[in-house]
């Protein structure tokens, strides 16, 4: 079974750019989690999808956005770039029989430069 | 005070050492316990999960939660240099999820 897969794997911007990072999540998954981890910094919470709709948002500027496909599959677009958006940005998937487990993605290195 | 608090590290131990990991947490509606470990620039993995307090055992790992004291411990026994990672303490409520900061984790050879 396929794990929760995020492209692309490494992204390159300058400053006021856009960026679109792409999630597909474990099948039979609905769920969709987005963190950012800056360097040496822990997990913060960007946004949480389920079954289409934006069920939660965490404590970012409207730049951040993003939306869940029909398919469950999910995007995150950053608008506007800054250089202090350079982190890793984490997909996690869960389900609604095991939605107390979150599983992850390897990530997409954005470096905004 | 922060929802979940976690001891900050690094952590240096050698080949074959008992480590324990540590977590606090504020909130008591927190029903459900996970360890993530997460290897540089990696996403995290699923380490132990569990919803009740005591002990659960799988491998050289070994998952505590005291409930009562609001406190979940993570032991690895016998650590070998791939244990070498940050390792997450996380915990949830519906589908609320909130991460300690992580402890980094080297074991020297």
């Known amino acids: 079974e396929a794990g929760v897969t995020q492209s692309p794997t490494h992204l390159i911007k300058t400053r006021g750019q856009q960026a679109t990072l792409r999630c597909s999540p474990i099948?039979?998954?609905?769920?969709v989690y987005w963190y950012q981890q800056a360097l040496g910094l822990g997990l913060q919470f960007l946004l949480w999808?389920?079954?289409?709709?934006?069920?939660n948002r965490g404590n970012f500027p409207p730049r951040f956005s993003g939306r869940q496909f029909p398919n469950y599959s999910s995007e995150l677009n950053v608008n506007a770039l800054e250089l202090e958006d350079s982190a890793l940005y984490l997909c996690?998937?869960?389900?609604?029989?095991?939605?107390?487990?979150?599983?992850f993605g390897s990530g997409t290195q954005l470096s905004v430069l | 005070q922060k929802e979940v608090e976690q001891d900050p590290g690094p952590l240096s131990v050698p080949e074959g050492a008992i480590v324990s990991l540590n977590c606090t947490y504020s909130?008591?509606?927190?029903?459900?316990f996970m360890w993530y470990r997460q290897y540089s620039r990696k996403g995290p993995e699923l380490l132990m999960y569990?919803?009740?307090?005591g002990n659960k055992e799988d491998g050289r790992f070994t998952a505590q939660v005291d409930k009562s004291s609001k406190y979940i411990s993570l032991f690895i026994r016998d650590s070998q240099p791939s244990d070498s990672a940050t390792y997450l303490c996380?915990?949830?409520?519906?589908?609320?999820?909130?991460f300690g900061p992580g402890t980094r984790l080297s074991v020297l050879p």
């Open positions: 999808y389920d079954e289409g709709e934006e069920r």
């Open positions: 996690a998937s869960s389900s609604r029989v095991t939605n107390e487990k979150l599983f």
């Open positions: 996380a915990m949830t409520y519906g589908q609320n999820f909130v």
């Open positions: 569990t919803y009740s307090s």
């Open positions: 099948s039979g998954h609905t769920s």
């Open positions: 909130n008591s509606a927190f029903q459900y």
